[in-house]
């Protein structure tokens, strides 16, 4: 398998109210890859945040202001250490400052989580039927550190027509043996991918990801699929 990644140059400023769907089969057009049956969609967080009216205004005189928003968003709080708080969202996301973000915003306003990523990538995946016709799979992506190990990647924080686990269990390895306990995040793979064509400074904030493997295009949700029960999970 091979994937081609495209960054999708061109899109505009996103107000509230804006309707991704039909920005994005605009600028898939206008960037010479109009979307067809089996393409990924990946969209940052921050555009379906503006599009969505999930903005805050801030002090812009005062670094901390989006303090108290960090708190209010946040269910539970892991660990302080200075300005930084790792805490958990009422979505079950563990992260930075309840995803709470300055960056690519006009000064004076911070921009949250959207209520409901699955849902947003289910809006714009639909939209994208009705315009164009093409079964897409959407990703809404964000940016995540990691506990242990330096540096940020993308992940996917909601997604829509392609799985988010790739199942590999009761599968044999190269040699054989059979895989008992192997899921791949695909999702969240496919939103590192595309973070190295939008880049965090580019303004680039769709790519479409195309080769996937058709068996990969089904009804999913990060919710449900990715986001560990804390039943299961060895660290709380």
Do not use: Y
């Amino acid at each position: 398998m091979s994937l081609t990644i495209t960054g999708l140059r061109g899109i505009p400023e996103i107000d509230r109210g804006a309707d991704l769907g039909a920005v994005v089969v605009e600028a898939a057009a206008a960037n010479g890859v109009p979307l067809t049956t089996d393409d990924v969609v990946v969209v940052t967080q921050k555009i379906v945040s503006k599009a969505e009216g999930a903005v805050v205004d801030v002090d812009p005189s005062d670094p901390l202001s989006h303090k108290p928003v960090v708190e209010r968003e946040s269910v539970r709080i892991l660990r302080r250490r200075g300005e930084l708080i790792i805490s958990e969202t009422r979505h079950g996301f563990v992260c930075a400052n309840a995803g709470i973000d300055l960056s690519n915003m006009k000064r004076g306003q911070a921009a949250l989580l959207p209520e409901d990523s699955d849902r947003s990538a289910r809006r714009i995946r639909d939209r994208i039927r009705a315009l164009t016709t093409a079964e897409v799979g959407v990703i809404v992506s964000d940016t995540f550190g990691r506990p242990w190990r330096r540096g940020l990647t993308d992940v996917a924080l909601g997604c829509a027509g392609i799985g988010a686990i790739l199942d590999l269990r009761g599968a044999s390895d190269s040699l054989g043996r059979e895989l008992h306990v192997t899921e791949v995040a695909v999702v969240d793979e496919l939103a590192g991918a595309a973070d190295l064509v939008c880049g965090k400074s580019e303004g680039v904030p769709v790519a479409v990801i195309r080769g996937v493997d058709h068996s990969w295009f089904r009804s999913s949700s990060v919710r449900a699929e990715i986001v560990r029960d804390p039943s299961e999970d060895l660290f709380r």
